[in-house]
């Protein structure tokens, strides 16, 4: 005896590729033409058909419905089927929260990523010294320095750098990328902020940045195409713009 659930499947697939509402008998013979070893009689088949999808049609939510006539009554031995309902999108959001070294690990490694996706070569540093991760592409060399925030529940993203490790590390080569993890449509995304070394300078001089022993930043983001630093400057043109970078 063959399966009931078998037998669902193939009228199933039989009723999706040809789309339209279909007799029972004709059905049962599409079924047995694809597989002419199937070791049951045309009438049996069709019985067996009928018996699977008069209750399968009965069951609150089946694909499986009876279409109606003019008079709107079900038409005597005719099967169709509803669309599959669109997958849903899992939330791809963390199980437990993460800690803070966690989310800095995490959003050093996102770095190399893009890097690599980029053409550059880059790893992280074995030690911490005020740069995460070396870069090279094309002769040149990029000293990064990574921060990554979740979004806060006022939707911003904060961050420091400690003054230390800016003054010490104040080269041109030297880039600071600011890693914005944020939730959207059910999906978390990063948005990189790649300011040079020069522009991070020019925050601080010019008292956009501030703080005694370290800098404090804090972006916002309105809609979803304008970011701003400390709610005054828009650095818009530096999320995910990697060409900042010489080859990027």
């Not at 789309?19 to 199937?38: K, Q, S, T, Y």
């Not at 089946?62 to 669109?86: C, D, E, F, T, W």
């Not at 074995?126 to 070396?134: C, F, L, S, Y």
């Amino acid at each position: 005896m063959i399966e009931r659930e078998t037998i669902l499947e193939w009228a199933v697939k039989t009723l999706e590729e040809n789309n339209v509402p279909m007799h029972v008998n004709d059905i049962a013979a599409e079924i047995a033409g694809r597989d002419p070893g199937l070791a049951m009689s045309g009438a049996d088949l069709s019985a067996r058909l009928q018996s699977v999808l008069l209750s399968e049609s009965k069951k609150k939510g089946s694909r499986i419905k009876k279409p109606l006539n003019r008079q709107k009554k079900p038409r005597k031995g005719m099967y169709r089927v509803s669309k599959a309902p669109a997958p849903k999108l899992k939330p791809n959001t963390p199980v437990h929260p993460i800690s803070t070294q966690n989310t800095g690990a995490a959003g050093e490694h996102a770095v190399v990523s893009e890097l690599l996706y980029r053409g550059f070569n880059a790893s992280k540093m074995a030690v911490d010294d005020g740069i995460d991760i070396v870069a090279s592409k094309e002769n040149s060399f990029f000293h990064i320095q990574v921060k990554t925030s979740n979004q806060n529940k006022s939707g911003s993203f904060s961050f420091t750098v400690p003054k230390s490790s800016f003054s010490a590390k104040d080269w041109q080569s030297t880039y600071y990328v600011f890693v914005l993890r944020r939730l959207l449509a059910n999906r978390y995304i990063n948005d990189f902020i790649v300011l040079p070394n020069s522009i991070l300078n020019h925050y601080v001089s010019t008292g956009v940045v501030s703080g005694k022993n370290s800098i404090s930043l804090t972006v916002t983001c309105e809609g979803s195409d304008l970011f701003k630093v400390n709610k005054s400057e828009d650095v818009t043109k530096y999320v995910n713009n990697w060409s900042v970078m010489k080859g990027g």
